[in-house]
């Protein structure tokens, strides 16, 4: 028989005499959920504590590899350090020897009523915005704490994140998202291989760097979370293939697209967020899962996203959920061509238990293994379908007793006292005390005293981010079971808005608004890429933590810097009108003036005058005044009558003194003014003349 025929059939047989097993004298089996390659997980109770749990033992094959039992053992000490509400607790680990000598490792986990988010995924496709943040601050939440007690979860995806009632049966109980398997991913992946070329983990979820060198850390970590919250919001997965070697391969060779290039509507704070998680720069994400929320909480800040409620999948309240088993698992303990060969069945066999007509996940996306060098191959081998979703146990009819009567007599009983104490007192509880305490955790307290709890995060000057500042009704004052209790959660002091250059003011004034502060329009500037009037930038600048309704400046733009008219001086007509249009001005001419500061034809000045700086918004008109001074020419030596001629052609006139007698010969011996003196048009030239 093929060895991976043999493990399924070892597999069910011995689930199918665990039933009823009691392990390590505690722990009773009851009924299955969900099987796998690794490992089977059961419906139980912890019968010293009296309370179900869930159950999950290993493969045999595990169990007979000691370095794995330690490792196990380790890492679930590890994971049982986590005491946090939104992480699925780990009770207890152990093995159990039976009677065949054989070793049962298992671990004992909190159970969980409800369904996965895959399944809420299936469900509705995208989940919209609101619901999407609401659902994803735990599963960060989760992953804060976890990377704070310095555990890499290795494994975030879909199939990992829980969702169910806190109250099971109860239709309207507070619903809570929880991360399961912390470590156990690590533990598996040291078990029968040494080969740093193998890869463990989901396929779709995957970072780049966890496929080509193997590494996992909190942003390996950061990156698939990234993922997954690029699937709520659109319904999928960035990257889909035939075969989970093209699906790793995409993660390592393109960039994430933003979501909005699949659901237009989702906006651009929640494109960048997924882009940062999700860069193949591990250095460029944020550095951990705390980093990761707290970015998440600013973005939900500044869009105003608040509190929704996250529906159970499929409205089960009473059927406990649990997380797709491990894949390919033979894979990792075979020979390179035997896993090679073997994929295909071993991925089938992990499918038992699926209940029929169940819809599972198509593609590859369970938990796998593979050979980084087959990155490069062509691999044609179709998906098959990978997690194993819970499975109910079959219910027996109990049989009846003889002393079945004495029984339902002392319930009667028992339920009509019970029924005395609930009416009388019950029925009430005290509403905790949790001024200060942490948000998640006052939540869990609200719900531990059998009430409701609904946030109100309101902005506060002096409480820390995500701590209570009050209850209604207020602590230590009696509630009925099941009522709402509201608390109010600070949301730290309001941070200024980012404001983008060219920004109408009502648009601006309306962000700072919306996060309690006061705006005010402030100096204004020249700024020739902004246009005039619209806002330049804020002061202070964006994400300065600021007491309530302090006051943030908006800087306008006065537009472009106003240009100088150049100066033309000196000029002739012709070239001044050429540089003054050069310079964006409309040149025209004024009424000609005298100067003798320049030669006639040349511009005496302009209006306004040179060096003037216009608005760009101004008036562009600039008007020339042109010299009509004449030079007076030099007429010593000539006749009289040639001077004469030659002065009106100038358009000057001549008077003439002559020295003792006139004569046809007479000479101009001097002249005033002088020549080339610049003299108006017009000007009376005096000729002294002598025969």
């Known amino acids: 028989m093929p060895a991976v025929l043999r493990t399924i059939a070892i597999v ?82 152990g093995v159990d020897s039976s009677a065949s000598g054989q070793q049962l490792v298992f671990l004992v986990m909190e159970l969980v009523n409800g369904g996965t988010l895959r399944d809420l995924v299936m469900d509705r496709g995208a989940l919209g915005v609101p619901l999407a943040c609401n659902v994803f601050e735990p599963v960060l939440s989760a992953l804060a704490a976890a990377h704070g007690a310095g555990l890499i979860h290795r494994d975030v995806k879909p199939e990992n994140v829980l969702i169910g009632r806190q109250r ?5 109980a507070p619903t809570v998202v929880k991360v399961g398997d912390f470590g156990l991913v690590r533990a598996v992946s040291s078990a029968g291989t040494t080969n740093s070329s193998v890869i463990l983990g989901t396929v779709a979820y995957l970072s780049p760097e966890q496929v080509t060198t193997g ?70 994400r944020p550095a951990d899962g705390a980093a990761f929320l707290a970015e998440l909480r600013q973005v939900r800040s500044e869009l105003g996203i608040g509190t929704v409620h996250v529906p159970v999948p499929g409205h089960a309240t009473d059927e406990p959920a649990w997380p797709a088993e491990h894949e390919d698992l033979d894979r990792l303990l075979e020979s390179p061509q035997e896993r090679t060969d073997q994929m295909p069945v071993v991925a089938g066999a992990t499918a038992i238990g699926r209940p029929a007509g169940g819809s599972g996940t198509v593609g590859p996306q369970g938990t796998r293994s593979m050979l980084r060098v087959e990155l490069g191959q062509a691999v044609s081998t179709p998906p098959v379908p990978d997690d194993v979703p819970p499975r109910a146990a079959p219910r027996q009819r109990p049989r009846r007793r003889p002393w ?37 955790a006052a939540e869990q307290a609200v719900t531990d005293a059998k009430l409701t709890p609904k946030i109100n995060r309101v902005r506060h000057n002096t409480a820390p981010a995500n701590t209570v500042i009050n209850t209604t009704p207020p602590g230590g004052e009696s509630a009925l079971r ?70 943030v400046s908006l800087v306008l733009s006065k ?91 100038a358009g000057l006139t001549a008077q003439v003194r002559h020295v003792f007698v006139q004569t046809d010969g007479s000479q101009v011996v001097s002249q005033d003014p002088s020549s080339e003196s610049k003299v108006a048009k017009g000007t009376t030239i005096t000729l002294l003349a002598l025969p």
Not at 168 to 172: L, T
Not at 255 to 273: F, G, H, N, Q, R
Not at 412 to 423: N, P, R
């Open 12 to 93: 069910e047989d011995r689930g199918a005499h665990l039933i009823g097993t009691l392990l390590e004298q505690r722990y009773r089996v009851d009924a299955s959920l969900a099987r796998g390659g690794m490992s089977a997980v059961y419906r139980g109770l912890d019968t010293r504590l009296d309370r179900p749990v869930a159950i999950k033992v290993m493969d045999q094959r595990f169990a007979d590899d000691r370095s794995f039992v330690e490792r196990f053992e380790r890492e679930a000490r590890s994971a049982a350090k986590i005491h946090h509400p939104n992480v699925v607790a780990v009770h207890d680990q």
């Open 168 to 172: 099971a049966g109860q239709e309207g």
């Open 215 to 284: 590494a996992a850390t909190a942003r390996g970590d950061v990156y698939s979370a990234g993922i997954v919250l690029y699937e709520m919001l659109t319904g999928r997965p960035p990257y889909t293939g035939d075969t989970a070697l093209s699906v790793a391969y995409r993660h390592v060779n393109d960039d994430v697209p933003p979501p909005s290039a699949t659901v237009p509507e989702i906006p651009k704070e929640l494109d960048d967020l997924v882009l940062r998680a999700t860069s193949r720069d591990p250095a460029a």
């Open 404 to 440: 079945l009567w004495a029984i339902i007599g002392v319930l009667v009983l028992a339920l009509a006292g019970t029924g005395i104490w609930w009416f009388a007192a019950g029925r009430w509880t005290e509403v905790p005390q949790l001024a200060g305490r942490d948000s998640f």
């Open 482 to 551: 099941g009522d709402e209790v509201i608390l109010t959660v600070s949301a730290g002091m309001p941070v200024v808005p980012g404001a983008r250059p060219g920004a109408p003011v009502p648009e601006v004034e309306a962000l700072i608004r919306a996060v309690e502060l006061d705006p005010m329009r402030g100096d204004q500037v020249y700024d020739s890429a902004v246009p005039k009037g619209a806002v330049v930038r804020v002061d202070p600048q964006p994400g300065t933590q600021l007491p309530i309704g302090a006051r």
């Open 559 to 649: 537009g472009p810097e106003p240009k100088p008219i150049p100066p033309v001086a000196g000029k002739t007509r012709d070239e001044a009108f050429k540089a003054l249009q050069a310079a964006g001005f409309e040149p025209y001419d004024l009424p000609q003036e005298f100067s003798d500061e320049v030669d006639g034809g040349q511009v005496i000045r302009t209006s306004p005058t040179g060096g003037t700086k216009i608005d760009s918004d101004g008036n562009r008109r600039v008007g020339v005044v042109v010299n009509n001074a004449i030079t007076v020419p030099d007429v010593k030596g000539m006749r009289v009558a040639d001077a004469q001629k030659t002065l009106a052609d």
